[in-house]
């Protein structure tokens, strides 16, 4: 349950690791090679490693965590001869802990990021046989999975993706059918927003603080403009007439329908924002319902709040996966062969981490799900029972973070520095225009380029 007081920042939060000490640990061998192409042999663990030590975050569908640990990696381990530790934390921890792994040179065999984490490649192994294995017995990944995982400059696999998260919109149908709207596009968010603003007291509520919530709206906001960070060479191209658009159209929805208390949110706060009934929409994964949908409490709320695909801009519609599962393999790992083999045997189960995850975990070998459609279709935990039939195309408008390019190391700083969700931000509030705000965000945007180009990343 997400408490009402997590829509604000609570407390003494992490110190942010400064760039400086995380290009240079992150950055130390860059351009090693990985352990190359090992033939991954069902039922085989090297001599003397019978232990797998797994961390990953803790789900925002809390019944999958239970399923995993409880039933599906006691089932592995038993099988394969393995006792399997999995530890979790929270999603906002993982990279700080990373960097302490990376540091000891030791820790977890498996180690599982929410999106992608390029800047690591050179502490990892490169994970293409898993890619190689997992294709030849269950067909062809989501080029989003491969996206999010490979670099074309060194060509090498830095991780490994077994699914993502749709991050549609979810809107209280009730204010919105009172209002007259339906938020189709981004411009019938603005105003249907900003009537139901004025009718009913309720505003919208689209994150424009550093969160993970945060960085992925306001990138796919952007992407149905038709601008981005790079192009597909990963050029910055940031400062174009559509990323002006962009975020001109921003500081309009920020001052029509929404309020300051967005500029701070963290990941958990646009979810307590719907379930305590004070927003009428927003951007965020599928948790939010199943939460209404698995706490009494929020019985009522549960029937009004319904699902759509993320809106049209004026070039076309575009959102990106509100969290992508990406594991990674440390060179350090004890257990680099189990590791390996888990997870191709992993990816066998994803029609049972799909339903576990109820839904949250869409799989990025879809032919391991051949009936995702009609599992979705008719859910007798949804109100109504169709309410998630509308994620049935979810590949035709999801993306990856690095959009039209792959997700490198230079987008995961920009991303993990909160740089374009800071631009939007400062024009939305007039620290600066908008054109000031996206010539800010270009400089520093080209800096951190240069950086990692000149490390051979990019």
Request: proline share 5%; hydrophobic share 40%.
């Amino acid at each position: 349950m997400v408490q009402k007081k997590n829509r604000k920042v609570q407390g003494k939060k992490l110190k942010d690791i400064s760039r400086r000490d995380f290009i240079k640990t992150a950055g130390t061998g860059v351009v090693a090679a990985g352990l190359g192409a090992n033939i991954i042999i069902p039922g085989r663990v090297r001599a003397g490693r019978k232990k797998l030590k797994i961390l990953q975050w803790s789900h925002f569908v809390s019944p999958f965590d239970k399923w995993f640990d409880n039933t599906y990696v006691k089932e592995w381990g038993k099988k394969n001869g393995t006792e399997v530790i999995v530890d979790h934390i929270s999603y906002a921890k993982l990279k700080y802990r990373a960097v302490s792994e990376i540091r000891a040179q030791e820790g977890h065999d498996l180690f599982m990021f929410v999106d992608p984490p390029p800047a690591f490649e050179g502490h990892v192994i490169d994970h293409r046989d898993i890619y190689r294995e997992c294709e030849k017995k269950y067909g062809k990944a989501i080029p989003l999975a491969i996206k999010s995982t490979y670099n074309p400059t060194t060509e090498k696999h830095f991780g490994f993706c077994d699914s993502y998260s749709p991050d549609p919109i979810n809107y209280r149908k009730d204010l919105w059918d009172g209002a007259g709207f339906y938020p189709n596009t981004w411009e019938d968010v603005r105003v249907g927003g900003a009537k139901i603003k004025h009718k009913y007291g309720i505003p919208v509520g689209i994150g424009l603080s550093k969160d993970i919530d945060s960085n992925m709206a306001m990138r796919a906001i952007m992407y149905s403009y038709g601008a981005s960070v790079q192009d597909e060479e990963g050029n910055v191209v940031i400062n174009s007439k559509q990323a002006l658009e962009a975020v001109k159209f921003v500081r309009a929805l920020f001052k029509e329908a929404m309020t300051p208390e967005v500029l701070n949110w963290d990941s958990a706060s646009n979810n307590s924002f719907m379930l305590d009934g004070e927003g009428s929409l927003v951007v965020n994964a599928i948790s939010i319902n199943r939460t209404a949908e698995r706490e009494k409490e929020y019985a009522e709320i549960s029937k009004k709040i319904w699902l759509a695909k993320a809106p049209a801009g004026p070039v076309r519609r575009m959102g990106l996966e509100h969290i992508v599962s990406v594991y990674v393999i440390w060179k350090f790992a004890k257990n680099i062969e189990g590791a390996k083999k888990f997870l191709v045997d992993y990816i066998g189960n994803s029609r049972r981490s799909f339903l576990a995850g109820e839904f949250y975990n869409f799989p990025c070998f879809p032919d391991t799900v051949p009936e995702l459609k009609e599992l979705i279709a008719k859910d007798p935990k949804a109100n109504p029972p169709d309410k998630y039939k509308v994620l049935e195309d979810v590949l035709d408008w999801t993306t990856n973070v690095g959009y039209p390019g792959y997700a490198n190391a230079a987008i995961d700083e920009i991303f993990g520095t909160g740089l374009i969700t800071t631009m939007f931000k400062k024009a939305a509030t007039g620290e600066l225009t908008p054109e000031d705000a996206i010539k800010q965000a270009e400089a520093k945007c080209k800096d951190i380029f240069a950086v990692w180009k000149k490390r051979g990343l990019v």
